[in-house]
């Protein structure tokens, strides 16, 4: 019975799609507001693609896409979703914003939303459930099966520094720069499932090791593993779960085109063995990339060499652009590629907000009107 | 010169600060008392302990007293209806429609209702559309302080004080406009019927427009250090409490348009959000006990039957014109009846209407004294527990701590 719960879904090849956790800010200090059930209430009223979730505390929602192959319609999707929310905000006096963190709420102050598996969660780690007050992006790639899933998850794991870098946008927290370029991934690691996936290569034997902890009681469902990448068997997809949430959609899903064309490259040429010396460094390099983002340096497992984030990911962007042209996404991919020339992030955004500012309630506030866009032209 | 001259003679003079202190103490004391003891809102406790201190209970606080005190009650409101006004979002009312016309027909059916009823009651169309004026409004400093108190947030309590800020200047302004008809009816000139409206509704805008734009000019030259915008604000509002007082001025409506006004013409957002509550829980408490002792229980026997349908027809309007609304601007089923509850505290500005009419047209003030201030005496009581049990069941109270 177990194992038919872990039944691995086969899914047609590099289809994709987006969850994006955004925050709920009140339009007067621009700290997080507390409205996300009558929000998610009131945008079940309209017309709107994808899907509207609540998430741990009451500050935040999560926005799912639907299935897509290509970038363009993602985008398409995701535009949509996002004047669809952005509407029903300002319709409430809300703000809806990106970004990894907000930058001055305390977490203290944050409730729980009111569902039982959330509870469980505030039952089970106590403050850390408010602290998860943070805002991922997660990005799903389809797979054959659990085999290939495992593989490309494995691989993927060497490029983890590029996603951390890439969407970087948390460099404050509780009202202070943190000197990190994401800081967020900080708060994940203090749970005690986070981390990696087990070093084996077949869904079997991965299921053997599931099977394991939940024998020990120590997980239920996948859901309780906070990897960074993780197999999803019910969706038949790779979870990549480290991009901080980008300032704007746009940027959330040239992400995602990145990852899809980065599969297809893995999945088609198998060019690299799955190895256990990705994982000797893999801290260290995702430590490089959340404190110093594009100008983190990584150590490539597989060459032994050290080479800064930001030549690794143009070196990358050269060698999986056929595939990017194959799915569609060339132009998504130079626009990537001309930011981390410039090493223009959100991250750098946020500060230059606050520099020319001098007021994170500013920076929120310019957070918000970024991420809405029109919405809050209307009127 | 006596050689004993430099002793304070007795009994002891009055002193403001004196007075300051003892009220204070005297209603922090029984707010902590009431708080704890009954699990009531604190403002209850700080009225209750000015009705055993006032003129219906111990005759400590007596008119002479009340009247010394007044000024930290003008600050009290100032500061309550500064932030009030802050709260308040053009923006907002254009985006969503449906809860502008809320704020609109809550005003509107709420007089109606009431000035309807006392009609029925036979008494005269002057004084009920007056009382009715005065019944539209819903007490700012009640609903924000029992908001602060419970640091309440969410959509109720978002337009819950949205809704008071809009009655309040509608009940204001209607009231300003009845004063003509008062003057007409107690033989005024035509100059007095026609220019003392206008002196008081645009004297007052004035007021707070010059306050809010230099304020905003003042935040930009400051940069956005918080403590020094705190001080500049709360420099302003005593600022524009004296004038409106030297001047005769409305400070309810001077003092609300400088915090719409600082809200809404701010466009590059130079000022910042500064926390007053800390500064401001010194004159709420006072405000309340001063409230309380002033207010009279032996009316209550007399102008009981009166505040009973004076309340209830002043809910029904503000019930059904909520509850038939507020549903369509998308908000959870059953906060429309939360907020028409939120809404029943009645002002202390009623107090202060009565008073000022008092001050014109003594007969007046006291026949209109008979008909609102026993709905008041009510009110000021169940007020603060309407709102905190609203604001609690709606789930926007944040967690108590002990």
Request: proline share 4%; charged share 20%; net charge neutral.
């Amino acid at each position: 019975m177990m194992e038919q719960m872990l039944e691995f879904k086969s899914s047609s090849g590099f289809s994709m799609g987006v969850e994006l956790e955004l925050q709920i800010l009140n339009s007067r200090d621009y700290n997080l507001a507390r409205d996300a059930a009558d929000l998610i209430g009131l945008i079940e009223k309209t017309r709107h693609p994808g899907a509207v979730k609540p998430e741990i505390t009451e500050s935040m929602i999560e926005v799912n896409t639907s299935i897509h192959r290509d970038h363009g319609s993602l985008v398409e999707e995701l535009r949509r979703i996002r004047d669809a929310v952005a509407q029903a905000a300002a319709h409430m006096n809300l703000r809806i914003a990106g970004g990894g963190s907000h930058p001055f709420h305390e977490w203290s102050d944050r409730r729980i939303y009111p569902t039982e598996r959330f509870e469980h969660i505030l039952e089970v780690y106590g403050y850390l459930a408010k602290q998860f007050t943070i805002f991922g992006q997660h990005v799903h790639i389809g797979v054959p099966n659990g085999d290939e899933a495992l593989y490309l998850t494995h691989i993927v794991s060497r490029y983890v520094p590029h996603f951390i870098a890439l969407s970087a946008s948390s460099p404050f927290q509780q009202g202070e720069d943190t000197s990190y370029q994401s800081s967020r991934l900080n708060t994940v690691s203090a749970f005690p499932l986070s981390g990696q996936v087990p070093f084996v290569r077949s869904w079997s034997e991965f299921l053997e090791y599931f099977n394991k902890m939940r024998g020990f009681g120590i997980v239920e469902s996948m859901k309780d593993f906070y990897w960074d990448i993780r197999p999803k068997p019910e969706y038949g997809t790779v979870e990549i779960r480290v991009f901080d949430t980008p300032l704007t959609v746009e940027r959330a899903a040239a992400l995602a085109a990145y990852v899809q064309a980065l599969a297809r490259y893995i999945l088609c040429g198998r060019p690299l063995p799955p190895s256990r010396e990705v994982y000797m460094v893999y801290n260290y390099n995702r430590f490089q990339a959340c404190r110093y983002g594009l100008r983190g340096k990584l150590v490539d497992a597989y060459s032994q060499r050290h080479v800064t984030i930001k030549e690794d990911i143009l070196d990358m962007l050269r060698v999986i652009a056929p595939h990017a042209a194959e799915l569609g996404a060339t132009a998504a991919l130079e626009q990537l590629m001309a930011d981390v020339v410039t090493e223009r992030s959100d991250a750098g955004w946020l500060r230059e907000a606050y520099r020319s500012r001098g007021s994170l309630n500013d920076v929120a506030r310019m957070q918000s009107e970024l991420w809405m866009g029109n919405a809050l032209m209307g009127a | 010169m006596s050689a004993l001259s430099y002793l304070p003679s007795f009994p002891l003079p009055a002193h403001p600060v004196l007075l300051f202190g003892l009220l204070l103490l005297a209603g922090f004391a029984g707010g902590e008392i009431t708080h704890r003891m009954l699990k009531l809102p604190r403002i209850t406790g700080y009225v209750l302990t000015g009705l055993l201190l006032g003129v219906s209970g111990l005759g400590l606080i007596d008119h002479e007293l009340a009247r010394e005190a007044q000024v930290f009650v003008d600050i009290a409101m100032g500061l309550i209806l500064f932030e009030l006004g802050r709260r308040l979002d053009f923006k907002w009312l254009r985006r969503d429609r449906w809860f502008a016309a809320t704020a609109a027909a809550e005003s509107t059916l709420s007089f109606a209702c009431v000035y309807l009823a006392l009609v029925y009651l036979d008494i005269q169309p002057l004084y009920a559309a007056v009382a009715a004026a005065i019944g539209i409004a819903t007490s700012p400093a009640v609903v924000m302080l029992v908001a602060q108190e419970l640091r309440a947030e969410g959509q109720v309590t978002e337009r819950a004080l949205n809704l008071v800020a809009i009655n309040s200047v509608v009940a204001f302004v209607v009231g300003t406009m009845l004063l003509s008809w008062i003057h007409l009816e107690y033989r005024a000139g035509w100059v007095t019927v026609l220019s003392h409206p206008v002196y008081l509704l645009a004297g007052s805008l004035l007021l707070g427009y010059l306050a809010s734009w230099s304020a905003i000019l003042l935040g930009r030259w400051l940069g956005k250090r918080e403590e020094l915008h705190l001080v500049m604000l709360l420099g302003l509002i005593v600022l524009a409490i004296g004038c409106a007082n030297v001047l005769k001025l409305s400070v309810l409506l001077a003092l609300l348009a400088f915090g719409v006004m600082a809200k809404n013409m701010d466009h590059n957002h130079d000022l910042m959000q500064v926390d007053t509550g800390k500064i401001g829980q010194l004159f709420f408490v006072v405000l309340f006990v001063v409230t309380g002792a002033t207010l009279r229980t032996n009316e209550l026997m007399t102008g009981g039957a009166i505040a009973a349908v004076y309340i209830l027809a002043r809910f029904v309007g503000k019930s059904v014109a909520v509850l038939s609304l507020v549903h369509l601007s998308g908000i959870r089923p059953g906060s429309g009846g939360l907020l028409a509850i939120a809404l029943m505290p009645m002002s202390g500005a009623a107090i202060v209407m009565v008073h000022n009419a008092t001050g014109l047209y003594p007969e007046f003030g006291a026949r209109l004294a008979a008909i609102v201030l026993s709905a008041v005496l009510i009110l000021e009581l169940i007020g603060p527990i309407a709102v905190q049990f609203a604001l609690r069941k709606a789930g926007e109270a944040a967690q108590e701590r002990g």
